[in-house]
């Protein structure tokens, strides 16, 4: 394998210059994890194309040697779905950062994969638009990564994830050609299947995005509730009022506490649970509804609530929330931030059960989520420096994942599955549903060159009949894959 | 053993198949409705064992869409499978088996449900079918089609293996979304059982309609406007210089939002129109897929023929009435400079027989690898999309 | 004997041992902060140019963690930390308080004490760090500079390799300082007008000195005419911000000594250059383990501040006149980043009557200049200025305001680079303007 790897950098050296390829051992190890630093893998070799061209080259080159490659764009994602593979190649997208076009009369702007998601807003504000999904990387993460992850964010309840907002995309497939998938071609919707797939389906190397007009009015208010029960209340009321809120965030005591150590946001003293609820749209309809989320949250019981003067309250009041992952560390050594998603009412059920779990195990579980979508983001605290603390956290995690997939929910909201969530993935679909979607896979990427590993437990030999697999799967049997 | 009988065996709803019951002119042998997940999984069991070629089917209001298909030895219709399996208000989210009709969801709805589902098909039809063809209505334009409020699916595959993705909540990406995959599929990667979709409030909403010799203008002044419009559509009859634009906006103060739209708008105010999402008349329909700012070269470019649709959304109407098979190619060239894709949606059967239903399809080679992976025997719905698809 | 203005000649790199990080806190603790989000990324001038791992925060924590874990300070890994510039944006950027300033420090004193340098990098070095540190020496240079700008014969450059590389630099200061300015000498006291409200300390620096002396002479004006009583030692010398911010701890510690010792009297110590305060209010830190030091360094450090700064907790008292001028605030890293001025130099700019400011796309990244980067990694300095360059252009503003004299300078260049110069002011010249009622054609006559 050495050798191949050898052969395959001198080959990308020639296509791209030495500038462009890392083979260095000390070099590569700073690409051996991405926003997910527990799971780690040195890559083989690091290339760094800036042209759709180079990476056709590339993925043809590598699936002439055989060899596995993974697609990396900012390295934040949180599910270790650009974990690099020590016997691959490692993609980087990073040099593709150009803004391509921004055109206003159709509302959309193309930019290449290694542009930053809020530099298309900042192109795009301007003339008054701005590209949607905002996850809360959004400042660093690539659009390219968006589209492999189908990112969401703090605003998706009333807009929707970066599926919605996503009008076409240049890529390069596993065979090494260039194809263009748009919302526009008849048949089926290759783009749709495409994003969110992980980079286990191609390689993106230019996107076009829906741009979205700028509202007219941003109204911003933060409720405080002695509990997270009627906090979950005030959420259901709203919905249930046929109020669409751009963003409807909520954090518990654990994490109130947290914030206020890190950037002392000054959220209302003994809150059990405070909500930011944030409507955006055109002005008399925003006021309308301003009004009744007030009414709705005094109702459900709010002692406290702040409404936004101006910017500047507002952002104040989204200081606290956008703080509360990095905050974790005020308050414990260490933590794992889960990703799982709930029916909105099942929200008070569960977070009981969460707390039930936090007690009978000892470990500390604070929540921050996006109530709107009932996507809990609960982070599971313990102190790495006592032995098994950190297997105490896990299986607490994991606990709640089943939690959500018992409630009907899905064990990933918004970070995906990729390396981390892989092993889950039984839990929440059968092994027939599993197998339908590597045949997507297989029609992509029969050499399953691309991405590997990621997504799903157990590979699917492409050459392999429909339908029910009889005993264990043949790469189990040879120990080559493993279930869990 | 029949096929007929082996169908009767595990689907309680089988028949043999009749004239009316004819699709492209070929009537099946066999038409098997079944009303459960587990019988749908069976029918599609033994047409595999049989071999035989499926055609799935909800209303059969759009059975004429794409090329005829080649074969059809089962009709597999969802009429059986038209339930409403839970509509969850607080969640916003609503699971229903693939043959319920719009008419009878939107009997329900008003029922005092206070949201919809906000696909607004302009003709009758299930689900199932408006998954299968993409088709949305004028909301188009603010909530997308079928795959944009889609969060779950079950399908069952050729061979009978019941396939799930998505799930019951709005946000989840965990898996491939399947449920875009089978968007525009036209049946021919699996039979679709049922759905879950995202719901959106039952908002208030303006319409207004003027008269404009400047469509593309007013159009452009709606589109970039703080109204947040639904839905922006024109009708243009053949041949004449002006065009009807009308906007739909939800809004709590009508009265205002109507009288913004009026002076965005600019043109003279027309009645409410009569048109709003109906397909325009005539034997042959073709959809012209384009960038909403190219209407005005649209509109010059197919003067003759009447056009209609969805201005904002980029997806126009039009009657061509063709005498020859060549008249698709000559709208496609015509619309060739600007971009703009022609697909035929209805057609006679000797037209669609003749002519390419779809242009140019750069994705093929994946459809087709696709297509070969979730139904290697090529027995769904055989022909009814491109070449080998 | 040392002469008034200098200092003995600091220790050989390499001969002193590296520092430890001061108090609890351990180099281990310091990295194990990094939680890798990536937010660093795009405020990162090298990551911004490069796009590569290793050339940004992220990356380069990820080396120093490498080497912390066995891993030799290697050719490779010393070019990533040599191509930092220090600049700190990443330290605003992090959301997890990862403290980069104090990694960075530390590692570039493990490279000079570990690493061995080429002939040519060793040579380059040494003439920075005995030239730009020593007001004397810079003086020295002025003339002979001159008469090659003059004569355009590189008799300088035949005769030294080292100054071709520093000679741009050194011909730029000359051109951008008033040829014909002699360097006004301040007094060692400035009296307050009006009521007195402050007595303070200034710094002079060394290239404000000797390079920019309207700086100063403008910066005592406006203290004294905001009723400040200006003491002005004669005998400060370097306060050690280039030493430090390339890892010459031994050097830096020398030059912080002897700030210490020069400013012990005052309550406040004013500083009109952003590297010098930043480097001043971490005397603390250099200091920490020397008991003799470490409580008057703390000291210094918390009664040392930025010009504005001041300005602003002191509250405007004296008549600003209009100034009817559009400028561009750039934000000099070691202010904005390092000390955490941003709002004071705007707010003091936009208090001028009929002043208008202008802001400069991507403000966090820097210019290139980053102390001596401009002179050790001439090509990726040149790259920023131009990208800043393009962003200030953009503007369109009359007149750049920056707060640091390698910042002007740098900006300066690659503005004339690209065929669109534009004249350079420091805030306290602005301020001097307006408040002496001049008008904004004065500041525009560079």
Same mark, same amino acid.
């Given at each position: 394998m050495a050798d191949t790897l050898r052969d395959l950098a001198e080959r990308c050296t020639r296509l791209l210059g030495p500038e462009s390829v890392i083979s260095d051992p000390v070099r590569l190890r700073t690409y051996e994890c991405d926003g997910l630093t527990s799971h780690r893998a040195s890559p083989g070799l690091v290339v760094l194309p800036e042209t759709a061209e180079q990476i056709a080259a590339i993925v043809r080159a590598c699936g002439e040697a055989g060899v596995p490659y993974v697609a990396r764009g900012s390295g934040t994602g949180l599910s270790g779905g650009a974990l690099p593979r020590t016997d691959g190649v490692l993609i980087v997208t990073a040099r593709m950062r150009r803004i391509l076009d921004i055109d206003i009369p159709n509302q959309r702007a193309t930019v290449e994969p290694g542009v930053i998601n809020l530099d298309v807003t900042r192109a795009a504000r301007p003339h008054g638009y701005y590209f949607a999904p905002d996850p809360s990387s959004q400042q660093i993460c690539s659009v390219g990564g968006n589209v492999a992850e189908n990112s969401g964010g703090a605003h998706c309840l009333k807009y929707g994830f970066t599926a919605h907002h996503i009008l076409a995309c240049e890529i390069v497939t596993p065979d090494g050609e260039i194809a263009e998938l748009s919302? !526009? !071609?008849? *048949?089926? !919707?290759l783009l749709g299947v495409f994003v969110g797939s992980e980079g286990t389906l191609g390689i993106t190397t230019k996107i076009t995005v829906r741009l979205t007009r700028l509202p007219e009015t941003v109204r911003t208010l933060l409720a405080a509730f002695d509990t997270i029960g009627k906090g979950g209340d005030a959420v259901s009321a709203i919905i249930a009022a046929g109020v669409v809120p751009a963003a409807i965030e909520m954090m518990d005591a654990l994490s109130i506490e947290a914030a206020e150590a890190a950037v002392a946001c000054g959220y209302p003293e003994g809150a059990g649970a405070v909500l930011v609820v944030e409507l955006d749209g055109p002005d008399a309809t925003v006021e309308h509804q301003f009004a009744q989320v007030e009414r709705l949250c005094r109702e459900a019981g709010a002692f406290e609530i702040r409404v936004a003067a101006d910017d500047t309250e507002r952002a104040l009041i989204w200081k606290g929330r956008k703080s509360a992952f990095a905050a974790m560390g005020r308050i414990s050594p260490a933590y794992i931030v889960q990703d799982g998603v709930i029916p909105r009412t099942s929200l008070g059920e569960v977070l009981g059960r969460i707390d039930a779990l936090s007690r009978e195990s000892g470990v500390r579980v604070a929540n921050v989520f996006h109530a709107g979508d009932g996507n809990l983001h609960p982070l599971v605290l313990f102190d790495d420096s006592v032995p098994g603390a950190q297997e105490r956290a896990e299986t607490v995690s994991g606990a709640i994942l089943d939690l959500c997939v018992e409630h009907g929910g899905s064990i990933t909201g918004e970070h995906g599955v990729g390396a981390d969530k892989a092993r889950y993935m039984p839990r929440m679909f059968s092994d027939d549903d599993l197998d339908t979607m590597q045949m997507v896979r297989c029609g992509f !990427?029969?050499? *399953?060159?691309?991405?590997?590993?990621?997504?799903?437990p157990t590979p699917r030999l492409c050459g392999e009949v429909p339908g029910v697999r009889k005993g264990p799967h043949p790469l189990v049997a040879e120990g080559k894959a493993d279930l869990f | 053993m029949l096929p007929l009988d082996a169908f009767a065996k595990v689907c309680a709803d089988v028949r043999p198949g009749e004239d009316a019951d004819q699709v492209d002119g070929l009537t099946p042998p066999v038409v098997a409705a079944p009303a459960t997940l587990d019988e749908a999984s069976a029918v599609m069991r033994t047409a595999a064992e049989h071999g035989l070629a499926v055609v799935p089917s909800g209303?059969?209001? /759009? +059975?004429?869409?794409?090329?005829?298909?080649? =074969?059809?030895d089962v009709l597999v219709?969802? =009429?059986? +499978?038209?339930? #409403? #399996? /839970?509509?969850s208000p607080g969640d916003l989210t609503l699971h229903v088996e693939a043959g319920l009709t719009f008419e009878a969801l939107r009997e329900t709805e008003a029922d005092g449900w206070g949201q919809h589902l906000a696909l607004r098909p302009p003709e009758n039809g299930t689900i199932g079918g408006a998954i299968a063809t993409d088709v949305a209505g004028p909301g188009r334009l603010l909530h997308g089609s079928a795959r944009d409020l889609l969060i779950g699916i079950t399908t069952v595959r050729a061979d009978g293996t019941i396939a799930r993705a998505g799930g019951k909540v709005v946000k989840n990406v965990a898996g491939y979304d399947l449920g875009k995959l089978y968007t525009g599929s036209l049946g021919t990667l699996g039979l679709i059982v049922d759905a879950t979709f995202r719901m959106h409030p039952a908002a208030r909403a303006v319409r207004v309609a003027v008269v404009t010799d400047d469509p593309g203008r007013a159009v452009q002044a709606v589109l970039h406007?703080? %109204? %947040?419009? =639904?839905a922006i559509e024109i009708d243009r009859p053949a041949g004449s210089d002006e065009t009807t634009v009308a906007v739909e906006a939800e809004t709590e103060t009508p009265d205002e939002t109507s009288a913004r739209l009026h002076e965005l708008l600019g043109g003279t105010p027309a009645p409410e129109p009569d048109w709003w999402n109906r397909l325009p008349e005539g034997e042959v329909l073709a959809e012209i897929r384009s960038l909403p700012a190219r209407l005005p070269e649209i509109i010059k470019a197919v003067k003759d023929l009447p056009l209609r649709g969805s201005a904002g959304a980029g997806r126009l109407y039009t009657t061509p009435d063709y005498t020859t098979p060549d008249g698709v190619e000559e709208l496609r060239e015509a619309l060739k400079p600007i971009g703009a894709r022609v697909v035929l949606v209805r057609a006679p059967l000797a037209v669609r027989k003749s002519?390419? %239903?779809?242009?140019? +399809?750069?994705t093929l080679p994946i459809m087709r690898r696709v297509k070969d992976q979730f139904d290697p025997d090529h027995r769904l719905s055989p022909g009814r999309f491109a070449e080998g698809v | 004997m040392t002469r008034p203005d200098e200092l003995p000649e600091p220790p050989e790199p390499g001969t002193e041992t590296v520092p430890e990080v001061p108090s609890a806190v351990s180099m281990d603790d310091l990295l194990s902060d990094c939680v890798h989000c990536g937010f660093c990324l795009p405020t990162c001038p090298t990551y911004v140019l490069w796009g590569e791992e290793m050339d940004s925060p992220r990356g380069r924590i990820h080396l120093m963690q490498q080497h912390r874990e066995g891993a030799p300070l290697g050719d490779a890994m010393v070019r990533h930390f040599d191509a930092c510039l220090g600049c700190m944006a990443c330290v605003t950027a992090c959301p997890s308080g990862v403290q980069y300033d104090k990694l960075i420090e530390v590692t570039r004193a493990e490279v000079e004490a570990e690493h061995p340098r080429t002939w040519t990098e060793r040579a380059v070095r040494g003439a920075i760090f005995s030239l730009f540190p020593y007001p004397r020496r810079l003086r020295a240079l002025r003339g002979p500079l001159r008469a090659y700008q003059r004569s355009g014969v590189p008799a300088l450059v035949r005769r030294s390799g080292i100054l071709e590389r520093l000679s741009p630099t050194l011909a730029a200061m000359e051109r951008l300082a008033p040829p014909s300015q002699k360097a006004p000498s301040l007094p060692e006291r400035v009296a307050a007008r009006g009521g007195r409200r402050a007595t303070v300390g200034m710094l002079t620096g060394c290239v404000q000195r000797e390079f920019f002396p309207g700086v100063n002479a403008a910066t005592a004006r406006v203290l004294a005419m905001e009723g400040c009583d200006v003491l002005i030692p004669k005998r400060q010398g370097c306060c050690g911000a280039l030493s430090l911010h390339s890892g010459r701890a031994g050097e830096a510690r020398a030059f912080a000594r002897r700030t210490v010792e020069t400013f012990e009297g005052v309550d406040v110590i004013v500083v009109n250059s952003a590297g010098c305060g930043s480097a001043m209010k971490e005397y603390e830190t250099l200091l920490a383990d020397d008991p003799a030091w470490a409580a008057r360094a703390r000291a210094l450090a918390e009664k040392t501040r930025d010009l504005a700064e001041f300005l602003v907790e002191l509250g405007p008292r004296a008549e600003r006149h209009p100034l009817p001028v559009t400028v561009a605030y750039h934000d000099a890293c070691h202010l904005a980043h390092a000390q955490g001025v941003r709002s004071q130099p705007r707010a003091l700019l936009a208090g001028i009557p009929e002043l208008t400011v202008k802001e400069i796309a991507d403000p966090e990244v820097c210019c290139g200049s980053a102390g001596t980067y401009n002179l050790l990694q001439p090509v990726a300095a040149a790259e920023l200025g131009d990208r800043k360059a393009a962003n200030v252009a953009a503007t369109r503003a009359d007149l750049l305001v920056a707060a640091n004299p390698g910042c002007s300078l740098q900006i300066a260049q690659a503005l004339e680079r690209q065929g669109a110069p534009l004249p350079v002011a420091h805030t306290a010249q602005v301020l001097d303007a307006s408040l002496r009622g001049h008008p904004a054609a004065t500041l525009l006559a560079r």
């Open positions: 919302r !526009d !071609d008849p *048949g089926f !919707d !990427d029969p050499a *399953g060159l691309c991405n590997p590993g990621k997504v799903f | 209303t059969g209001s /759009k +059975l004429g869409y794409g090329r005829p298909v080649e =074969r059809c219709t969802t =009429r059986n +499978l038209d339930g #409403i #399996i /839970k509509h406007s703080q %109204v %947040v419009p =639904r002519v390419d %239903v779809w242009g140019p +399809l750069p | -």
